[in-house]
């Protein structure tokens, strides 16, 4: 039973440090009081505002990307039916 409550808790801090909060502090929380105690306290504190924007910054860094992998396929096809084009009417030619 102790097992499970430390690893809890353990999983309690390691969330906590992601949502941008002390991850050490909800660790001891969930230690002393239970695992559920600092789970809801975590939840009601939410994600720092800080973590918030470095969340969006790296969604919006991840849409950039995507979008030039897009375009680039994009030139890409379009080249090759260029090139297509040219030697279907070079062989026309001919």
């Known amino acids: 039973m102790i097992f499970v409550w430390v690893i809890l808790s ?4 390691s ?3 992601k949502y941008g909060r002390s991850g050490f502090g909800f660790f001891v929380l969930s230690l002393l009081l ?3 105690v600092g789970g809801i306290v ?4 939410g994600r720092t505002i800080q973590n918030e924007l ?11 990307h995507i979008y030039q992998k897009v375009q680039e396929e994009h030139f890409k ?4 039916e260029q090139q297509q084009n040219e030697n279907a009417k070079s062989w026309a030619d001919n």
């Open 10 to 13: 353990i999983i309690v801090g």
């Open 42 to 45: 975590l939840i009601i504190a």
């Open 77 to 80: 096809e379009k080249a090759s």
């Open 54 to 64: 470095e969340r969006e910054a790296i969604k919006e860094k991840v849409r950039k």
């Open 34 to 36: 239970s695992p559920l």
């Open 15 to 17: 969330l906590a440090t």
